[in-house]
């Protein structure tokens, strides 16, 4: 059964703390994105990786950090630099000239 | 930045009844994509449409697009109440990076 899995499905962090939020796919895509959707907003793109060991920054890279180790993964950290982490954080892959596949989302919350 | 732009922002219809939901953008594309979104889950990808296409269905969906007027439509005909969710447009402009608008939240009142 091939597909996005996220994880975990929701994160508390603290104040100066850390945080990674999993990306696994098993639909051997080459891409792959790491979305970030506030309440009532649409999606703005934090990072993206078009082949393994190699990514690109988003509109919205500060403050996070990702890698590429293998095509299967694609991790997001959300480090203390990100002042407003706070939101839903969504992973996504594709084929070529196919739509996205996502994720079921993680949601951050600041404690 | 936020390519597209959906309208309107909310839209409420009863069941049965058809839904139209617009979507413009501002740069050239090579395909727009529409996609769905259930409360707190993810995107569900419901239909893609090429640049050189003006019109495509998809069992009770059908789009349109209009690149001369940088825009899309969506219906959804004949509607049901688990159609109720938030719809999204997102553009690619050949580079596989797609740039969402900011949804339109549809409810079907049964």
């Known amino acids: 059964d091939g597909g996005i899995t996220q994880s975990p499905k929701y994160l508390f962090r603290k104040e100066g703390q850390n945080v990674t939020l999993s990306c696994e796919q098993n639909l051997n895509h080459d891409a792959m994105y790491w979305y970030r959707q506030d309440p009532g907003q649409g999606l703005r793109l934090i990072y993206y990786s078009q082949i393994v060991n190699d990514f690109q920054k988003g509109d919205i890279a500060e403050g996070y950090s990702v890698s590429r180790e293998k095509k299967e993964s694609f991790p997001l950290t959300v480090t203390s630099a990100q002042k407003n982490p706070t939101a839903f954080y969504l992973c996504a892959s594709t084929g070529r000239f196919y739509g996205y596949t996502f994720g079921s989302g993680t949601r951050l919350t600041v404690v | 930045s936020q390519q597209g732009e959906e309208d309107p922002q909310a839209l409420s219809i009863q069941e049965g009844e058809n839904a139209t939901m617009n979507c413009s953008y501002k740069t050239s594309i090579n395909n727009l994509q529409w996609y769905r979104q259930n409360s707190g889950r993810g995107l569900v990808h419901l239909i893609l449409i090429r640049s050189n296409e003006r019109e495509k269905h998809s069992g009770r969906l059908r789009v349109t697009l209009d690149t001369s007027k940088k825009s899309s439509s969506l219906l959804i005909t004949a509607s049901r109440a688990a159609d109720t969710a938030s719809y999204f447009c997102?553009?690619?402009?050949?580079?596989?990076?797609?740039?969402f608008g900011t949804g339109t939240r549809l409810t079907i009142i049964p």
């Open positions: 997102a553009t690619d402009k050949g580079n596989e990076k797609l740039t």
